[in-house]
């Protein structure tokens, strides 16, 4: 992996981070119970620091060899990252940036994402680049926390009334088709992946859904409606007074 | 002669014996408590939403991390509040449906409205402040479980006082429009912040009896006069100032004086007449409303674990 390949991976892990932390965020003070309130608010901060780390990683990268690409404001900084690209240079997958809906997509969502992240990022921790060892290690041990808690509410709803499973079932319905895009060419990491939905699936009684179409294209720039709307909101005060210190 | 359930009681009060739940005690002194603290976790949960509305717009990661996990905090104060509140006989389900009834109350500071992000610097300086000043005292407070609570509240608020304290020395140290955006905040909030000590002395009816079963330890106007001589200092740090043309200081008192507070106001907002009452119950009750099924299906997925549990092990 060259250099630009390393600094646009870690981009893609930092925004996914980012976005799906800046949804679970919306929940807090919102959630149905308490506890869960406060679960859901902890894995969202887990997750603004899992993209604090990479977007320091892809800083210093990039502020070591500026020529690299052109287009960032420099010296790069985890805020610049997070703060001054517009959509079209984000690089997460579509999946963390759709709304929240329920709680049954809330925690479906979850469940698909971080039960992905959760093999990526043990291939990570091992893997050859120092930039990405430790934060992928570290983030590990939350994201183990993150797929048992989702897991077990799929599980929950699935397995609870009637209401609840046609919930769920209507939240695989609806994110199923934006799992293509986690995994673009047949991989060891697919396969890691499917078994454990299909493993926490039949014990919720779901099915996973047919081969069906999947949407494309968050790590090429190219994403839903949705970003733009949470960039407004999640930007605004770096735009509109720019260069402060807060 | 035998000395009385009541009068056992006060003397354990006034020996500063601590009173536990399963303790005889009187009615009153159970519902009293059983009203402040239920009202306190109220304000807890209440609080999270004028301070939430900013995670998502907080400026950089660093002060949306410090955000979440401090909001996160009030829950868990909701959280040990309510139990302590269980401890003396009542359900956390009817303590939301007296709030969402609106018969129990909460802080009303949090029907203000938060516009700019200086307002969360000033809602961590002033509105924490003022709990700390508060709550402080409750540490000592003659119920266990409510002392002990308020313990791990109150380590938690300092750290929140403090980040409030710091996002408005940056703001004081940045541009003429942030300079702006933080005595705007510290205008609007100023007032508002004070109120929560809650009435003057002589028109606070239950303060007498709370003093006399040491629930409380100060009164109203002393801890509020201890918040704006240590506020008054602080300002000067921020470079900022208080909108109480009033506000001097008394060296006779070796106090400051300030101005008249607007007392309608409070009781206005108490009625339910706040900017953002009725948004802040919504909400709530929105959240309550709509999670209803995803209580029913975990307490139905329990129920069902357990049924299976027992059938394996028959």
Redesign the interface.
Known sequence: MNKTQQFNQLLNLADNALIIGHRCSEWCGHGPVLEQDIAISNIALDYIGQARNFYQAAATLINEDPEMLTGFVLPATEDSLAYLRDQREFRNHLITELPNGDWAVTTLRIFLFSAYQYFLYTQLKDSGDLSVNAIAEKALKEVTYHVKWSADWVIRLGDGTEESNRRIRHAVDHLWAYTGELFLQESELQQQWLQKVQLVFEEAGLVIPEKTWMHQGGTSGNHTEHLGFILAEMQFLQRAYPGSQW | MEKTSEAFFQDKIDREIRIEPKDWMPEKYRQTLIRQISQHAHSE?IG??PE?NW???????????IL??K??DE??H??YL?SAAETLGIS?DEMYEQLHSGRAKYSSIFNYPTLS?ADIGVIGWLVDGAAIMNQVPLCRSSFGPYARAMVRVCKEESFHQRQGFE?LL??S???E??RSMAQDAINRWWWPSIMMFGPKDDESPNSVQSMKWKIKRFSNDELRQKFIDVTAEQVKVLGFTLPDPNLKWNKARGHYDYGAINWDEFWQVIQGNGPCNKERLE?RK???E?????????S??TT?KNKRNTTVAA
């Open positions: 949960i999270m939403l939430g995670i998502t717009r907080a400026p950089s990661l660093r002060r949306k991390a979440l996990a909001v996160q829950a868990g909701g959280l309510y956390r992000w996002i940056t703001l140290r940045g541009t429009a942030q909400a929105k959240a309550w709509e999670g209803e099924w995803v209580r029913a299906a975990a139905a997925y069902k």
